[in-house]
């Protein structure tokens, strides 16, 4: 589509233009205006690709109009309707083509074609250009978010513009229970963008995971979230979930806000009826005179559960505060409170196996002061923590086993529930040790692997593109070409050829 613009004091050479216009080929809006003044008000409120005008006109002549417009717009193609005088002084006002009068149908044919040609190019150009700048974006993100790296900032500051990284303050994860985003992305970035009505920078992170960034700094994004799970439930029928980071400022921030969105997730498999998480501690957030003990002890809990020993001192210690130097509560309420923080601890049946509650509320109630009531609580605290040590030693041989699992069949579609039945652990538990242990999620590992698979079969064999797509598992091969441009810097077919230098700094 081409917006064209037609300038001439007289409405029937504007008709005649028109006419003319009709006969040939293509889309296009065509815009109208009666001298020069009027057409720099056009020039100025619509995306006008090409002007037509003609160069005898009152007040402004045609090429008056023409600098002005180029100087406003230096991409405007302009065809000036002329006799020949004027034609060498049209040319170094920038106008690109001229037809003398009267306008003879095979010229106006010849150099509207030519006109139209050069707005193509551009249009070609410019599109590259965008498509290139974005995966720059993409590829020094995704390296940056999961390596933290700095030497990989400083490389990305030489290529783009890191103003805009800067300018984010809130980050959206979601994921979804299948793979969805290898089909999806194409179409939902424009989606979201129709749905929500605001700027935001769109992330795929693998076929499950989507990363969404915003700018806006005043805005409740638990409602942004909300809004968005609401239309991804309409639209694609599958469960989803949604994270939301604290707020943030700078771009050095990233990698750990990633990192505390993929521990918001893991909500997911301890609340499985709820769909937005956030990253509001109200507990933390409140004076330590104003938080219930209830809300603490669910906190503590809630820790517990999701074996979060760093969480677990936090909240221990903001209990601790609260009854350090308070002497208006009795001894015993003080100790029926600490003693619930060691029953959520037996709560766990492996460890309450290791140790006897029983004995453990009996040295509480003992204690003769604070300190001690304290000291006791520390001591399972610890206890539980080695226990989980432990635990995680053991857990070894099933993170191994679903590791080999996925080298053996990593053309498979693949997910946490599924692995996780086949170690006969819970998803979340999976989910925690797996992490703790390769440094990774599961569908990040996944990913990597299948990327290091494309590799060597790229290096390694001639299988086509397409084959080495299914076979790594993925279903959509312009979506593996993508994803591989990203995680190495360079497409297949180029990394095959021996020009894929880019590697290293991925």
């Not at 917006?3 to 009709?22: A, C, F, P, T, W």
């Amino acid at each position: 589509m081409t917006n064209v613009l037609i300038v001439d004091d007289e409405k029937i050479e504007r008709e005649g233009l028109k006419y003319l216009l009709s006969r040939e080929e293509g889309e296009r809006t065509v815009f109208e205006a009666a001298n020069g003044k009027q057409a720099l008000q056009v020039l100025r409120s619509e995306d006008i690709q090409l002007l037509l005008t003609d160069i005898k006109m009152p007040h402004m002549t045609g090429l008056e109009l023409s600098k002005k417009a180029k100087e406003e717009n230096p991409n405007l193609q302009i065809i000036i309707f002329s006799d020949f005088t004027f034609a060498q002084e049209a040319i170094r006002y920038g106008v690109t083509e001229y037809i003398l009068k009267p306008v003879n149908p095979d010229d106006f044919h010849k150099v509207l074609e030519r006109a139209e040609s050069e707005i193509s190019k551009r249009r070609k150009k410019e599109s590259r250009e965008i498509k290139e700048k974005n995966f720059l974006q993409q590829y020094f993100l995704q390296s940056y978010l999961y390596s933290g790296k700095k030497e990989i900032l400083q490389k990305a500051g030489e290529l783009i513009d890191l103003d805009k990284w800067n300018s984010w303050h809130c980050a959206i994860l979601i994921e979804s229970d299948v793979a969805l985003f290898d089909t999806a992305e194409e179409n939902l970035e424009q989606e979201l963008q129709k749905e929500l009505h605001r700027m935001f920078f769109y992330m795929n992170l693998n076929a499950r995971q989507s990363l969404i960034l915003f700018q806006d700094v005043y805005c409740d994004y638990q409602l942004v979230a909300n809004h968005i799970y609401n239309f991804l439930k309409r639209e694609y029928m599958e469960r989803f979930y949604l994270a939301v980071s604290r707020k943030f400022d700078g771009c050095e921030s990233l990698p750990s806000v990633l990192e505390q969105l993929e521990q918001q997730m893991e909500e997911k498999f301890y609340h499985p009826d709820k769909h937005v998480f956030t990253n509001e501690d109200e507990v933390l957030g409140m004076a330590v005179g104003e938080v219930q003990d209830s809300q603490l002890m669910q906190a503590i809990s809630e820790d517990i559960t999701r074996k979060d020993i760093e969480q677990l001192w936090r909240h221990f210690e903001c209990l601790k505060e609260k009854y350090h130097d308070n002497t208006q509560y009795s001894a015993m309420y003080i100790k029926f409170v600490f003693s619930n923080v060691i029953q959520e601890l037996f709560q766990e049946n492996q460890f309450s196996g290791e140790h006897k509650l029983e004995h453990e509320i009996e040295r509480l109630y003992n204690c003769r002061n604070i300190m001690e009531i304290l000291s006791v609580t520390e001591d399972n605290i610890k206890e539980y923590e080695a226990f989980l040590e432990r635990s995680m030693n053991s857990s070894r041989n099933e993170v191994t086993a679903v590791k080999n699992y996925i080298y053996q069949h990593y053309e498979e579609d693949l997910n946490l529930e599924m692995l996780a039945e086949k170690v006969y652990l819970s998803s979340g538990y999976l989910s925690f040790i797996f992490k703790k242990e390769t440094g990774m999620n599961l569908n990040r590992y996944i990913r990597v692997f299948r990327m290091k698979k494309a590799k060597e079969l790229l290096c390694s064999t001639n299988m086509k593109v397409a084959q080495i797509s299914e076979k790594v598992g993925f279903a959509n091969v312009s979506y593996f070409c993508r994803s591989f441009r990203e995680y190495y810097g360079s497409s297949p077919e180029s990394y095959r050829k021996g020009t894929g230098e880019d590697e290293q700094t991925s």
